[in-house]
């Protein structure tokens, strides 16, 4: 990002410490439902295993050459973390949630368009391409976060209200210690 990034680009940058895998928007939840969201969740993901996902590539949404969002790709992991995701829409649906109209598309969201703007310009586009194939790094997916975001003037501020490990089995809300060892 700090690569691509350049003052006035018309281009809202995510922080790099709220970068994130979106999973699924459930949009507002009331608090009393929070818990029954966790249990969903826990369900899911004790049947999923932990998984390494590789990050690589640059494009852009709705196409590279007219971006309103700025992506990294997912190249490695990308199967299971579909199947996670087709899981928990089906589990939330049952909750009441509406499952997504599109197909999952892994990505990781590096940057909108502003609003100001309607598409990127030729400048971003071009840095943009430049990044189309590069590798970009490896992490481990061994976990889930139910996440509160709350808008305001300088953007989301986001809220971890249950963490649930993968591979695990169902526990009580909030159970995140990780200094136990998890490979029990």
Not at 19 to 47: N, S, Y
Not at 52 to 81: H, K, N, Y
Request: net charge negative.
């Amino acid at each position: 990002m700090r690569d691509l990034r350049q003052e006035k680009d018309g281009i809202k940058w995510v922080p790099e410490d709220n970068l994130h895998l979106t999973l699924k928007f459930l949009g507002e939840v009331i608090d009393r439902d929070v818990p029954a969201v966790c249990g969903a969740i826990r369900k899911v993901c004790q049947q999923v295993d932990p998984f390494m996902l590789e990050f690589a590539g640059a494009g852009g949404f709705p196409t590279s050459d007219r971006p309103r969002v700025i992506w990294a790709g997912i190249v490695q992991g990308s199967e299971p973390l579909v199947s996670l995701v087709s899981a928990l829409e089906a589990e939330l649906a049952k909750l009441g949630f509406k499952p997504e109209p599109r197909d999952y598309r892994p990505h990781l969201t590096l940057g909108r368009v502003k609003s100001s703007s309607r598409a990127a310009g030729d400048e971003v586009i071009e840095r943009v391409l430049r990044y189309a194939d590069r590798k970009l790094g490896v992490m481990a997916a061994d976990q889930v976060k139910l996440v509160a975001s709350f808008l305001d003037r300088e953007g989301p501020t986001y809220n971890v209200m249950d963490t649930i490990w993968l591979g695990r089995p169902a526990s009580t809300i909030g159970d995140d210690d990780d200094t136990e060892d998890h490979n029990d």
